[in-house]
C-alpha cells in the first residue's frame, strides 16, 4: 500500500512539473517579444509584451479608431536597423496611425538560422495574438497594415491568416524567405488569404521563395527577380536590397513595364494602369492582379525613372552604413541547406 502511494505521489508531482514547464515554455515567447510603439515624429514612446496587460496610453495619432500598423523584420535584425528605423518614419508620415515594430530579437539573434525556424510557429502565435488583442482594443483590422521582410514575411503572412483570411487590410512584404519554408507547401501557397490586398517583392532566386505568384501583386524586381545592380550593399546580396526599394518607393516612384527580359512568369498582369507602381503608395492595387515586373539601378534611389512621370519634391538619400549591414554572409543560410531533410 505505501508502495502505491508513493507511486502516486510520484505521478501527480510529475504532472504537475510538466503543467508548470509548459506555461513556462508558452510564457517564454510572450515575455520576451515586445512591440515597440512610435509616435508621429518616429520615436519610440512605449515598449509591451503581451503579458503585463499595461493600459495604453492612447493619443491623438494612435487610437482605436484609427490605423494601426505593424512591422515585422528579419532574421539577425532588429529594430534599430537602419532600413527598418527608415521604414517607421515613412510609415509615420505617409500612413500615420499607430506604427508598431515587433521587436522579437531575444529569438531573432539567434546563431543559425536553423534555430529560429524551429522557433517559426510560437513567435507567429505572439503576432497573432498581438493582432487579437489590438481587435478586443477596437482596432478594426481592415484599418491594418502589416509588412514583413524575408523571415518575417511568413511571420506576418502565417500569423494574418491564421487570425482571419483577408481580415487585415493590406500587407506588404520583402523578399518571403523560401529556405525550410517552400517545402512545407504541398503546393503553390496562397498568400492571398492574409489580407484584402498582398503586395509582394521578389529581388533574389538564392534566397527569395520560388512561389511567385501568391499574392495579388507579384513584383518582379531587377534581373528576373533574380539578382540587382544594387546587391553589393548587403551582405545578403539581392536579397538583402529589397528594404531598401521598398523604402525607396515611398518618394520615387518603380514603375510597371513589360516583360521585356522574357522572365519567366505564369501569371503575368494582364494590363495596369498608367504610372502604376510598386510599393505603398499605389492607391489603384484593386486594379491589378498578376506578376509585375519593374528595373532596378545600383544605387539610391535605385529605381529607373520615367522621364515623362512627375517626380517627388524631398530627395532624401538615407545613409548606409556598411557596418551596420547583416553581419552574416550567405555561409549562415548555406549551412541549413540539408534543412529539408530534418523535417
Known amino acids: 500500500m505505501r508502495q502505491g502511494r508513493t507511486y502516486w505521489f510520484v505521478t501527480v508531482v510529475f504532472v504537475c512539473i510538466c503543467a508548470i514547464q509548459s506555461v513556462s515554455c508558452a510564457n517564454k515567447f510572450e515575455e520576451n517579444i515586445f512591440f515597440n510603439y512610435y509616435n508621429s515624429t518616429g520615436d519610440l514612446v512605449h515598449v509591451y509584451n503581451l503579458v503585463e496587460n499595461q493600459s495604453y496610453p492612447y ?22 536597423k537602419y532600413f527598418v528605423r527608415d521604414l517607421i518614419t515613412n510609415l509615420t508620415e505617409y500612413r500615420g496611425g499607430c506604427v508598431i515594430c515587433m521587436n522579437y530579437t531575444s529569438f531573432s539573434q539567434a546563431s543559425n538560422y536553423l534555430r529560429l525556424k524551429r522557433s517559426f510557429k510560437d513567435i507567429q502565435n505572439v503576432l497573432k495574438l498581438k493582432l487579437d488583442f489590438l481587435e478586443q482594443q477596437g482596432f478594426d483590422p481592415n484599418n491594418g497594415y502589416l509588412y514583413g521582410f524575408s523571415f518575417g514575411a511568413n511571420l506576418a503572412l502565417g ?54 505568384s501568391s499574392c495579388h501583386q507579384d513584383w518582379i524586381l531587377g534581373d528576373c527577380g533574380d539578382k540587382q545592380l544594387a546587391a553589393p550593399l548587403s551582405s545578403f546580396g539581392s536579397h538583402g536590397v529589397c528594404p531598401l526599394f521598398y523604402n525607396s518607393a515611398f518618394e520615387h516612384d518603380f514603375l510597371a513595364v513589360e516583360n521585356e527580359k522574357n522572365c519567366t512568369a505564369d501569371q503575368e ?46 530627395h532624401f538619400e538615407p545613409e548606409i552604413d556598411l557596418s551596420d549591414l547583416e553581419k552574416s554572409g550567405s555561409d549562415d543560410y548555406a549551412m541549413d541547406s540539408d534543412y529539408d531533410s530534418e523535417t
Open 59 to 80: 493619443d491623438e495619432a494612435c487610437h482605436p479608431a484609427g490605423r494601426f500598423a505593424i512591422v515585422v523584420f528579419g532574421w539577425k535584425i532588429d529594430c534599430e
Open 159 to 212: 500569423a494574418a491568416k491564421d487570425f482571419g483570411a483577408k481580415k487585415i487590410g493590406e500587407i506588404d512584404v520583402c523578399e518571403i524567405v523560401g529556405m525550410a519554408f517552400d517545402s512545407s507547401y504541398s503546393g503553390s501557397p496562397n498568400h492571398r488569404k492574409a489580407a484584402k490586398n498582398v503586395q509582394c517583392l521578389h529581388t533574389s532566386r538564392q534566397y527569395g521563395t520560388k512561389y511567385r
Open 269 to 314: 498582369a494582364e494590363n495596369w494602369p498608367n504610372g502604376f507602381k510598386m510599393g505603398y503608395r499605389e492607391t489603384r492595387k484593386s486594379q491589378v492582379r498578376g506578376q509585375l515586373f519593374a528595373p532596378t539601378y545600383g544605387s539610391f534611389p535605385f529605381n529607373v525613372p520615367d522621364e515623362t512621370a512627375q517626380g517627388s519634391v524631398r
